[in-house]
């Protein structure tokens, strides 16, 4: 049986490797060798003695200041809000959630007030709407939702339930309602403007109700003279519009100027 000349098998096994495999095998190398003394220099030396972290950690933990109390502090002055949050939608959520850090009022409950959420953009955090929040978790769309009223004007953060019932328009006229939400006419009530008979509940299309038929009606509040909100847009009826009723132009479920 002939010799095997390995050596000649192991340089023809080496030009068929591509340059690119050699140079990667090398890097690789040189990386798998520095990493021993780099491992020594850069993790520190109480890693892995109770766990996942530096044990030192719980020290620099320690030495940190305070600025929570807890929630347990919070109960042994509030017991009224403790009472009624116990018994709403969130009970298990903590109060510096919302007020934030509160171990200063604790300590100086006069001087130090925990501030209460007022702004639009905080309770969407959780109460925006979110296809993949669970069924059921109470969801809305900030952009229409009684935008121009922080959400605490309507709802008891503590018990943060609906502040009233679905009107009746509502139930046949979401869309109209929806609309409404998102202008500025969001806090007229419908029959401000409509006079709906008692029949149109039950005959809505053989009872319908009244619209404005005046542009004197819309000048109630949008007239120069009109003793309104001063906020409110003014026009003067006499040369705005010609002689066209105010709602020809104006959608007045939602009556942006054009």
Same mark, same amino acid.
């Given at each position: 049986?002939?010799?095997?000349?390995?050596?000649s098998k192991?340089?023809?096994?080496?030009?068929?490797?591509?340059?690119?495999?050699?140079?990667?095998?090398?890097?690789?190398?040189?990386?798998?060798?520095?990493?021993?003394?780099?491992?020594?220099?850069? =993790?520190?030396?109480?890693?892995?003695?109770?766990? #996942?972290?530096?044990?030192?950690?719980?020290?620099?933990?320690?030495?940190?200041?305070?600025?929570?109390?807890?929630?347990?502090?919070?109960?042994?002055?509030?017991?009224?809000?403790?009472?009624?949050?116990?018994?709403?939608?969130?009970?298990?959520?903590?109060?510096?959630?919302?007020?934030?850090?509160?171990?200063?009022?604790?300590?100086?409950?006069? +001087?130090?007030?925990?501030?209460?959420?007022?702004?639009?953009?905080?309770?969407?955090?959780?109460?925006?709407?979110?296809? +993949?929040?669970?069924?059921?978790?109470?969801?809305?769309?900030? =952009? +229409?939702?009684?935008?121009?009223?922080?959400?605490?004007?309507?709802?008891?953060?503590?018990?943060?339930?609906?502040?009233?019932?679905?009107?009746?328009c509502t139930?046949?006229?979401?869309?109209?309602? #929806?609309?409404?939400?998102?202008?500025?006419?969001?806090?007229?009530?419908?029959?401000?403007?409509?006079?709906?008979?008692?029949?149109?509940? =039950?005959?809505?299309?053989?009872?319908?109700?009244?619209?404005?038929?005046?542009?004197?009606?819309?000048?109630?509040?949008?007239?120069?003279?009109?003793?309104?909100?001063?906020?409110?847009?003014?026009?003067?009826?006499?040369?705005?519009?010609?002689?066209?009723?105010?709602?020809?132009?104006?959608?007045? #479920?939602?009556?942006?100027?054009?």
């Amino acid at each position: 049986m002939p010799d095997v000349d390995w050596n000649s098998k192991l340089a023809g096994l080496r030009n068929r490797i591509p340059e690119q495999i050699k140079r990667l095998v090398i890097v690789l190398a040189v990386v798998i060798v520095a990493f021993v003394p780099a491992r020594r220099l850069l =993790v520190p030396a109480d890693f892995g003695e109770h766990g #996942h972290y530096r044990t030192s950690a719980l020290d620099d933990a320690a030495a940190m200041p305070l600025v929570y109390a807890g929630q347990v502090v919070c109960n042994d002055c509030h017991d009224d809000i403790v009472d009624l949050k116990g018994h709403g939608y969130h009970v298990n959520l903590s109060c510096e959630i919302c007020h934030g850090a509160a171990l200063g009022h604790t300590e100086n409950p006069d +001087s130090i007030i925990p501030p209460a959420p007022r702004d639009r953009g905080y309770c969407p955090i959780c109460h925006e709407y979110n296809e +993949s929040r669970p069924t059921g978790f109470p969801q809305i769309l900030s =952009v +229409s939702h009684n935008p121009l009223k922080p959400c605490i004007s309507c709802h008891n953060p503590h018990d943060p339930v609906p502040p009233e019932t679905p009107k009746e328009c509502t139930a046949c006229h979401a869309a109209i309602a #929806h609309s409404k939400e998102a202008s500025h006419h969001v806090y007229l009530e419908c029959t401000r403007c409509h006079d709906a008979p008692a029949e149109h509940r =039950v005959a809505p299309r053989e009872h319908r109700p009244s619209k404005p038929t005046t542009r004197e009606f819309c000048g109630e509040c949008h007239a120069r003279d009109a003793e309104s909100d001063p906020d409110i847009p003014r026009v003067d009826l006499e040369t705005h519009g010609e002689r066209y009723v105010c709602w020809q132009c104006h959608y007045p #479920h939602n009556p942006e100027a054009k």
